[in-house]
């Protein structure tokens, strides 16, 4: 079945050049998250999607990170003018509703690498 | 920070044997969710347990979940080498969407 999809798996770029992520959602979940995740660290919360709601973006580290999600399914992570602190594996969730009551279903991330 | 704190952050075990992993919170919960995560991959939901449960079961997993104390178990009986990973009980608030994680306990299985 389909699960929720993210590409690139692995992402290697320089320093100061902008990178897209992208998640494919499980068909039918309203709900989608994005995490960051460093060595050996649990999961960071980024942003929240619900719906035609605006997003949560609470979570987001800088103004060089932003997200979309067009037509309420797939989504794209920006992050513009890497940092080498940026390097970690950013996760995609969805869920049929909110989250803290409904099971997330996690993608295997794009692991992102800045030289 | 809220977070489910996960412990021990590792354990070791030879496989046959049980896995025990708790976890404590700090906030009232709706429910509790363990996730297992295998290296360089995903995190996958293994069970939610209501704050009205105290214990649930599913295949070889057992949950606990005591909200006086503010604390969950997970019970992995007869462990595999493929239950090697690492295992979370991200902390949701009651009327919360969000998840909050901690580091996790790493579980290996040794053959």
């Known amino acids: 079945g389909a699960g929720v999809s993210q590409s690139p798996s692995n992402k290697v770029t320089e320093k100061g050049k902008d990178v897209e992520l992208r998640c494919d959602p499980i068909?039918?979940?309203?709900?989608l998250y994005w995490y960051r995740q460093s060595l050996g660290q649990g999961l960071e919360f980024l942003i929240y999607?619900?719906?035609?709601?605006?997003?949560?973006k609470s979570g987001l580290p800088s103004d060089r990170f932003s997200a979309e999600r067009t037509g309420g399914s797939v989504s794209t992570l920006t992050i513009q003018r890497t940092q080498q602190e940026d390097s970690a594996v950013y996760l995609c969730?969805?869920?049929?509703?909110?989250?803290?009551?409904?099971?997330?279903?996690f993608g295997d991330g794009t692991r992102l690498s800045i030289l | 920070s809220q977070q489910g704190e996960e412990d021990p952050q590792a354990l070791s075990i030879q496989e046959g044997e049980n896995a025990t992993m708790n976890c404590s919170y700090k906030?009232?919960?709706?429910?509790l969710q363990w996730y297992r995560q295998n290296s360089g991959r995903g995190l996958v939901h293994l069970i939610l347990i209501r704050s009205n449960e105290r214990e649930k079961h599913s295949g070889r997993l057992r949950v606990t979940l005591d909200t006086s104390k503010k604390s969950s178990s997970l019970l992995i009986t007869a462990s595999r080498a493929a239950d090697t990973a690492s295992y979370f009980c991200p902390e949701s608030s009651a009327g919360s969407y969000q998840l909050t994680f901690g580091k996790g306990t790493k579980l290996s299985v040794i053959p």
């Open positions: 999607f619900q719906g035609n709601s605006a997003p949560d």
């Open positions: 969730a969805s869920s049929l509703g909110a989250g803290g009551v409904q099971p997330q279903h």
């Open positions: 068909s039918g979940h309203t709900a």
């Open positions: 906030t009232s919960i709706n429910n």
